[in-house]
C-alpha cells in the first residue's frame, strides 16, 4: 500500500481501505481517561499522514461529501497530548497537525470548522494563537494577498509571539499569488530581514556550490551502448569506369 500511495494519482481502490483505517481510529474515544494515554504522538503523527491521503483521494475523485464526512469524523480532541507525552514528541505531532489544519483550510471555507478546531489544538496556550488562527481564516477565504502581508507582520513580531505557522502561511499565500505586487513586497522583506534568511542564504549557497562541482556531469554525453561499423565508401561512377578493363578488340575476317 505504502508504494500505491507514492503515485502523484492513487489508485481509487485505495479510497475504501484508507476510510476503514480512519474508521478503526473511532475506538479511541477522547473523552476516556483511560484511553488517553494509548494515544500516544506516533499515533497522533499517524492519523494525520492516513488523513492527507483521504483528503488527496477525495479531491482527486470529485468526492466532497464523502470528504466532508471523513474530516467530521476526524475528532480535533484527540490530537491533545497528554501531560506525561515527550516534549520533543508534542513538538513533532503538533507541527503535523497545523500541516493539517492548513491543508484543511486550503478546502474552503466549507471546511474552516474542522480546520479552526485543530488549529486550536496545535496551538493551545501560545500568545499568538488567536492572531494566528485569523490568518488562517483568511487563507480559507482565499485572500492569498492579505494572507501574505499579515504573515510578514506577524514574522517580524515580537520573539515569544513567533511561530513557523506564520511563514508556512506566507509560503501559501506566495504560492498562490506570487505575480501580485503586494505579495513579492511582503516576501522580499522577509527573505531579506527574517533572522532566518541567513540560515536559508547558507543553505541555497551550499545547492549553488554542489552543482558547480558536480553539475558538468549532468551535461556530460552518455557512453555509446551500441557501435556500429563504419559504412562502406561508395565509389564513384568515373573511378569505376577508369578502373574497368578494356573491351577486347573484335576479330577481324579472312
Request: proline share 7%.
Amino acid at each position: 500500500v505504502g508504494r500505491l500511495l507514492q503515485f502523484r494519482t492513487r489508485p481509487p481502490l485505495l479510497l475504501s481501505l484508507l476510510s476503514k483505517c480512519a474508521a478503526s481510529l473511532q475506538a479511541f474515544d477522547p473523552k476516556d481517561d483511560q484511553r488517553t494515554t494509548t494515544w500516544y504522538a506516533k499515533a497522533r503523527v499517524m492519523s494525520t499522514y492516513l488523513f492527507h491521503q483521504i483528503i488527496v483521494l477525495c479531491a482527486q475523485l470529485r468526492q466532497k461529501e464523502a470528504l466532508a464526512k471523513q474530516i467530521e469524523l476526524d475528532a480535533p480532541q484527540r490530537y491533545a497530548a497528554h501531560q506525561l507525552a515527550h516534549a520533543g514528541s508534542q513538538v513533532v505531532a503538533g507541527a503535523r497537525i497545523l500541516d493539517k489544519a492548513i491543508e484543511v483550510a486550503l478546502l474552503g471555507s466549507s471546511f474552516w470548522e474542522q480546520a479552526e478546531a485543530k488549529a486550536q489544538v496545535a496551538l493551545k496556550d501560545h500568545p499568538a494563537a488567536a492572531d494566528l488562527i485569523a490568518l488562517l481564516k483568511v487563507l480559507s477565504e482565499k485572500d492569498y494577498v492579505k494572507v501574505a502581508g499579515e504573515a510578514s507582520r506577524l514574522a517580524f513580531g515580537e520573539e515569544e509571539k513567533r511561530h513557523p505557522l506564520a511563514l508556512a502561511l506566507m509560503r501559501c499565500a506566495a504560492k498562490r499569488s506570487w505575480s501580485k505586487e503586494e505579495t513579492q513586497a511582503a516576501l522580499t522583506t522577509v527573505l531579506e530581514q527574517h533572522p532566518l534568511a541567513s540560515a536559508l542564504d547558507e543553505v541555497l549557497g551550499g545547492a549553488r556550490k554542489g552543482f558547480s562541482d558536480f553539475g558538468f556531469m549532468l551535461r556530460a554525453l552518455p557512453p555509446a551502448r551500441v557501435t556500429l561499423p563504419p559504412p562502406p565508401e561508395e565509389t564513384p561512377p568515373e573511378a569505376v569506369e577508369a578502373e574497368a578493363p578494356p573491351a577486347p578488340a573484335p576479330a577481324s575476317g579472312g
